[in-house]
């Protein structure tokens, strides 16, 4: 059973367009974040959610919006993806915000080309 | 703002030795620390977590301490073996602010 599953895995795309990107956890936590982590491997928070509201948003394009549906769910939506978007992108979840340990999704590789 | 390094960047080590990897950081009013793995191509494993209240913690061949006072953790990982081969990255959690991570340390065992 995965815990927290990302989907999908890769996505390759042109400049300009909109896509998202699905998280889902089947361990009953209540908190969920989007991490990015670029070419460099630097890994960097963008998003927490806490029982579908949002804690904290990280300095981040607006082009950037989290939608959480339920408390399991955390997609993100890119709109007129530029180059520099490009990166791997990391869905987490915790039991409650910072307290506890996190859990990471196998990641979704994004290429804007 | 927390700022995170890690010392050193790469680290190659053959199987069997003890080694000690670094992470510093610049607020020592931390909430609490964490220690990952990341393999190659996937996503991170928690390792350790340490609330600022402890010196340190262990599971199994890992243990991770902390000093506040100093703005440090190590990780220590004892007779290492070529499965420990990963990048090893910390996080540290500042009152109201989410983890910060250090750039990682890419640790190779060889056989």
């Known amino acids: 059973d995965t815990a927290v599953s990302q989907t999908p895995k890769y996505l390759v795309t042109q400049m300009g367009n909109d896509k998202s990107i699905k998280c889902e956890q089947n361990?009953?936590?209540?908190?969920m974040y989007w991490y990015k982590q670029d070419s460099k491997k630097f890994l960097k928070i963008m998003f927490s959610?806490?029982?579908?509201?949002?804690?904290i948003n990280e300095t981040v394009p607006n082009r950037f919006s989290p939608k959480s549906p339920d408390k399991a769910h955390l997609n993100l939506h890119i709109n007129s993806l530029e180059l520099g978007d490009s990166a791997v992108y990391f869905c987490?979840?915790?039991?409650?915000?910072?307290?506890?340990?996190?859990?990471f999704g196998p990641g979704t590789r994004l290429l804007v080309l | 703002k927390q700022e995170v390094t890690q010392i050193p960047a790469a680290l190659s080590v053959p199987e069997g030795e003890n080694l000690v990897l670094n992470c510093s950081f610049t607020d020592s009013a931390i909430y609490n620390l964490q220690w990952f793995r990341q393999d190659p191509g996937k996503g991170l494993t928690s390792l350790l977590l340490i609330q600022s209240s402890q010196r340190e913690q262990t599971s199994g061949r890992l243990n991770a301490s902390l000093d506040k006072s100093s703005g440090r953790s190590t990780l220590y990982i004892a007779a290492s073996q070529p499965g420990d081969s990963a990048t090893y990255l910390c996080a540290v959690k500042n009152y109201g602010q989410n983890f910060v991570f250090g750039p990682g340390t890419r640790l190779s065992v060889l056989p």
């Open positions: 959610y806490n029982n579908k509201e949002l804690i």
């Open positions: 361990l009953g936590h209540d908190t």
């Open positions: 987490a979840s915790s039991q409650r915000w910072g307290e506890e340990t996190q859990y």
